[in-house]
């Protein structure tokens, strides 16, 4: 039977499932970018693919997981023991190098749950080491996983896990990431059979329903706190790494009551470059901004949350594109854009409620080659913080990951110490937040020195626009990037470029400030 009590012991059970699978993943990985960075999402699902609970990990990766337990669940017939691997961004994925394993939880022969975890791996192959290139055709980005079984029964396909491993750069930093993952599964499959062992299939299934109806009750009550109308708002990205063309994002908002429409008819087609991101990536973003509404804190973060949120998407746009379209710049720096319009529309009808845009970027840092001590290939990637947007009663954060990504920060030591490079300078970049009554936060100044030759990628937004402000406010700068010659030259990069570089050459990235709110 279902109280207020037990609501609340179910509630933090399920989540404790995801989180403590986020601490194996995290304390067994290999790369940086997962075992320093966090790079990784866990979640728990019922047994018809809806998300039941989730880690507090990666906004991108948990608001669109539904998807890649939907397409397992078509493309695989689940046995117990079985792990579905994918990573197709047309078949439940994201981009491609975040992959992610499903496993069905059986209890007395009969499915009654799911679990997942989601990591991004720093090199799935690819025309560019880190698999996010400049590229025109998702082919190009790296090796496609559709949903496959890795482990069929409790046996591990063996060849899968080779093939995987053999078409990155870096096969045993893939070997280790992916048992990482393994290992996180089978910790959350004996969670869930030690909870359903202790309160009865039943019960388990029975408060699985009612957080999801008290989910939707309670972002019901967040949708008719807001004025009912149609809130419309446009914003644009710099370019999609192979035109300079800025690229419109439209979306008008419909509150009607306790439930909204969200549209975004009017944004732009799909793209020749990368930025193009599937809908599963869309409807993430779109439910974390009404969920920061609601307050983390207050609302389980679960499928209930969506049911009185209608999302409208032509097909072959730029946030529902059709295959064979590139999508390696949509899961990181297009989704930041799809936040900064859903709030600049909210901000019409909210406005004492919603902040300042945000550094609006994840400013993607990808390099590669091969290390001039070890004789070895390497590859990192990371993203780099930046300002927060100014809120209505408080200055921005300075130096955060804001809004899709939730990820930490590399420490010095760990990269200095695996590959062959020097950071040079890692500070706030004073006065970058917009000014106002409340000031948006400053963003950062990073520069890399190379101790051998490598390739490089850096996928960035706001360099070409500014993160706007509110309510008067000033907007943030807008972020640089700068390649420095061994020889004392400087060369403006674009927000989005790959090339090569030389020992003694330097890489700089300043990210974009917050923008300002209010009049001071």
Same mark, same amino acid.
């Given at each position: 039977?279902?109280?207020?009590?037990?609501?609340?012991?179910?509630?933090?059970?399920?989540?404790?499932?995801?989180?403590?699978?986020?601490?194996?993943?995290?304390?067994? &990985?290999?790369?940086?970018?997962?075992?320093?960075?966090?790079?990784?999402?866990?979640?728990?699902?019922?047994?018809?693919?809806?998300?039941?609970?989730?880690?507090?990990?990666?906004?991108?990766?948990?608001?669109?997981?539904?998807?890649?337990?939907?397409?397992?669940?078509?493309?695989?017939?689940?046995?117990?023991?079985?792990?579905?691997?994918?990573?197709?961004?047309?078949?439940?994925?994201?981009?491609?190098?975040?992959?992610?394993?499903?496993?069905?939880?059986?209890?007395?022969?009969?499915?009654?749950?799911?679990?997942?975890?989601?990591?991004?791996?720093?090199?799935?192959?690819?025309?560019?080491?880190?698999?996010?290139?400049?590229?025109?055709?998702?082919?190009?980005?790296?090796?496609?996983?559709?949903?496959?079984?890795?482990?069929?029964?409790?046996?591990?396909?063996?060849?899968?896990?080779?093939?995987?491993?053999?078409?990155?750069?870096?096969?045993?930093?893939?070997?280790?990431?992916?048992?990482?993952?393994?290992?996180?599964?089978?910790?959350? #499959?004996?969670?869930?059979?030690?909870?359903?062992?202790?309160?009865?299939?039943?019960?388990?299934?029975?408060?699985?329903?009612a957080l999801m109806n008290y989910s939707e009750v309670l972002m019901k009550k967040t949708i008719s706190d807001i004025p009912n109308g149609k809130y419309s708002y446009t914003d644009f990205m710099?370019?999609?790494?192979?035109?300079?063309?800025?690229?419109?994002?439209?979306?008008?908002?419909?509150?009607?009551?306790?439930?909204?429409?969200?549209?975004?008819?009017?944004?732009?087609?799909?793209?020749?470059?990368?930025?193009?991101?599937?809908?599963?990536? &869309?409807?993430?973003? +779109?439910?974390?901004?009404?969920?920061?509404? &609601?307050?983390?804190?207050?609302?389980?973060?679960? @499928?209930?949350?969506?049911?009185?949120?209608?999302?409208?998407?032509?097909? /072959? /746009?730029?946030?529902?594109?059709?295959?064979?379209?590139?999508?390696?710049?949509?899961?990181?720096?297009?989704?930041?854009?799809?936040?900064?319009?859903?709030?600049?529309?909210?901000?019409?009808?909210?406005?004492?409620?919603?902040?300042?845009?945000?550094?609006? +970027?994840?400013?993607?840092?990808?390099?590669?080659?091969?290390?001039?001590?070890?004789?070895?290939?390497?590859?990192?990637?990371?993203?780099?913080?930046?300002?927060?947007?100014?809120?209505? +009663?408080?200055?921005?954060?300075?130096?955060?990951?804001?809004?899709?990504?939730?990820?930490?920060?590399?420490?010095? @030591?760990?990269?200095?110490?695996?590959?062959?490079?020097?950071?040079?300078?890692?500070?706030?970049?004073?006065?970058?937040?917009?000014?106002?009554?409340?000031?948006?936060?400053?963003?950062?100044?990073? @520069?890399?020195?190379f101790l051998g030759s490598a390739q490089a990628t850096i996928l960035s937004e706001r360099r070409n626009t500014n993160p706007y402000p509110l309510a008067g406010g000033e907007p943030g700068l807008?972020?640089?990037? +700068?390649?420095?010659?061994?020889?004392?030259? #400087?060369?403006?990069?674009?927000?989005?470029?790959?090339?090569?570089?030389?020992?003694?050459?330097?890489?700089?990235?300043?990210?974009?400030?917050?923008?300002?709110?209010?009049?001071?």
């Amino acid at each position: 039977m279902v109280n207020s009590i037990s609501l609340q012991i179910f509630k933090n059970l399920f989540i404790s499932i995801a989180e403590e699978m986020g601490v194996t993943l995290g304390r067994t &990985a290999y790369s940086p970018n997962i075992k320093e960075r966090l790079d990784y999402s866990c979640a728990v699902f019922d047994k018809h693919g809806q998300m039941i609970a989730q880690a507090a990990h990666i906004p991108v990766h948990l608001g669109s997981m539904s998807s890649s337990i939907e397409q397992a669940i078509k493309n695989q017939h689940c046995f117990d023991g079985d792990i579905i691997i994918l990573n197709d961004p047309y078949l439940g994925g994201t981009h491609l190098p975040d992959i992610t394993l499903v496993a069905p939880i059986y209890i007395n022969n009969s499915l009654e749950g799911f679990i997942a975890n989601r990591g991004h791996h720093a090199d799935i192959g690819g025309m560019t080491p880190g698999s996010l290139p400049l590229s025109t055709d998702v082919h190009q980005e790296g090796l496609i996983i559709p949903p496959i079984k890795l482990y069929s029964k409790g046996v591990l396909n063996e060849d899968v896990f080779q093939l995987i491993c053999r078409n990155s750069r870096t096969p045993g930093e893939r070997r280790g990431d992916l048992s990482a993952q393994i290992a996180s599964i089978r910790t959350g #499959e004996i969670r869930m059979k030690d909870v359903i062992a202790k309160y009865g299939i039943h019960e388990v299934v029975e408060h699985m329903d009612a957080l999801m109806n008290y989910s939707e009750v309670l972002m019901k009550k967040t949708i008719s706190d807001i004025p009912n109308g149609k809130y419309s708002y446009t914003d644009f990205m710099d370019d999609d790494g192979i035109s300079s063309d800025k690229i419109p994002i439209s979306v008008n908002i419909t509150v009607n009551n306790d439930n909204v429409i969200v549209d975004f008819t009017g944004t732009s087609d799909q793209r020749y470059g990368c930025v193009n991101t599937p809908y599963a990536v &869309a409807r993430s973003a +779109t439910l974390y901004v009404f969920n920061c509404l &609601a307050g983390q804190e207050n609302i389980p973060s679960n @499928e209930g949350c969506s049911r009185p949120i209608s999302i409208i998407i032509p097909e /072959n /746009n730029l946030l529902n594109p059709s295959p064979p379209h590139g999508v390696a710049g949509g899961n990181v720096e297009t989704s930041q854009r799809i936040v900064d319009v859903l709030f600049g529309a909210l901000s019409k009808a909210l406005p004492d409620k919603i902040p300042a845009a945000s550094q609006g +970027t994840m400013n993607n840092l990808l390099f590669g080659g091969i290390h001039p001590e070890t004789k070895e290939s390497y590859v990192y990637y990371e993203t780099i913080a930046g300002g927060m947007g100014a809120r209505p +009663t408080k200055n921005g954060l300075h130096a955060i990951q804001t809004h899709m990504t939730n990820t930490l920060n590399t420490p010095i @030591e760990s990269m200095e110490f695996q590959f062959p490079i020097r950071i040079k300078k890692y500070s706030v970049r004073k006065n970058s937040g917009g000014n106002g009554k409340f000031t948006g936060g400053d963003g950062i100044t990073k @520069e890399i020195e190379f101790l051998g030759s490598a390739q490089a990628t850096i996928l960035s937004e706001r360099r070409n626009t500014n993160p706007y402000p509110l309510a008067g406010g000033e907007p943030g700068l807008s972020g640089e990037n +700068t390649l420095i010659k061994n020889s004392g030259e #400087e060369i403006s990069l674009p927000p989005k470029s790959t090339f090569d570089v030389s020992s003694g050459d330097s890489i700089r990235i300043d990210t974009p400030g917050g923008g300002g709110w209010g009049t001071e």
